[in-house]
């Protein structure tokens, strides 16, 4: 059974910082890709950062440079740390994994960049 619990969402000045968290319940966690996605209102959920296994980071072209994901295996967490926050970035952040057989989202944490 795989359950992904975020946290660390809020409201935040446009040139901000958040730090968001993923909590993982996974025995297998640390051979698994691990990534964030985001949904805005009336828009399709996009990928923001994915992790892989070893470690290896990629980012969507929107936070280059901006956004870092990192992950602890011994802690089951996955991070993604967000700098400059831009009202473009405001969203429901939502922790995912998959598997052969399907995804698996957490419940979301809302993230808004407003003045």
């Known amino acids: 059974q795989v359950q992904l619990v975020e946290s660390g969402g809020g409201l935040v000045q446009p040139g901000g910082s958040l730090r968001l968290s993923c909590a993982a319940s996974i025995t297998d966690f640390s051979i698994r890709s691990m990534a964030w996605y985001r949904q805005a209102p009336g828009n399709e959920r996009e990928l923001v950062a994915s992790i892989s296994r070893s470690g290896r980071p990629t980012y969507a072209d929107s936070v280059k440079g901006r956004f870092t994901i990192s992950r602890n295996n011994a802690k089951k967490t996955v991070v993604l740390e967000m700098n400059s926050l831009k009202p473009e970035d405001t969203a429901v952040y939502y922790c995912?994994?998959?598997?052969?057989?399907?995804?698996?989202w957490g419940q979301g944490t809302q993230v808004t960049v407003s003045s």
């Open positions: 995912n994994t998959a598997d052969s057989l399907r995804n698996y």
